[in-house]
């Protein structure tokens, strides 16, 4: 379950996709199917499963005859190898694609030859050049990832929020939901969070009123105890 922090009801029930609302006292919490997540049962675990995976009870599984670790981009054809070399297809014409332990093997129709099926059967032709397949090809990154080749595989450059091999992860937020009280901001920190408090707020979380101490005869200015008019002291203790 997930708790909120903003006083909230269940009537009428905040709680997606199936979720139970459960009241405690001025906040919420969502009890959630086991496919989503959230503080409002929002997020789809299974959202970025591979074309070739399914979702069981919330997690990623790729689909009999593949392997890998089930996320968009990681279900591989068991025997084949990681660095996929069929995906996308470099068979040209209309060829097959096989992948083979460090390449690849491509079947063409009866017109065409090649490596690559590039050449037209009963046309000359040069010596075909191999080329090498481009680890980045097909946007392997997710999530606004930026493909860097490392020489037969790639690396994802993440943008900030996201994580994993191929940017799939959302990284862990401390901000949410937000610690802070009394309308403060929070600021994500490496190692954790930070309040930027409002007013007369105070403290790791906001939770410190510097007004509380002023005495009944003074206001509180940006935080600063002041004697009302016709009263004088130092604004914790005032007199006539």
Known sequence: PYHITDAGVCDPNPCQNGGT???????????????????????DKCASCDVHAHCETGKCVCDTGFYGAGLRGECYRTGASNLRFCVPNPCQHGGSCYEKPNGHRCQCTTDYQGDF?????????????????????????????????????????CPKGFQGATCEVRAKSYCHPNPCLHGGSCIDDKDGYACRCIGSYRGTNCEVDDCDQCDIHAICVEGACKCRVGFKGDGFQCQK
């Open 21 to 43: 609302c459960l009241k405690k006292s001025n906040r919420f919490v969502c009890q959630c199917n086991q496919r989503f997540e959230g503080p409002t049962c929002a997020e």
């Open 117 to 157: 099926c590039e050449l037209s059967i009963g046309k000359e032709a040069p010596e075909p050049t191999k080329k090498t397949p481009d680890p980045c090809s097909g946007d392997p990154c997710l999530n606004g990832g930026r493909c860097v080749p490392k020489g037969m595989r790639f690396q994802c450059l």
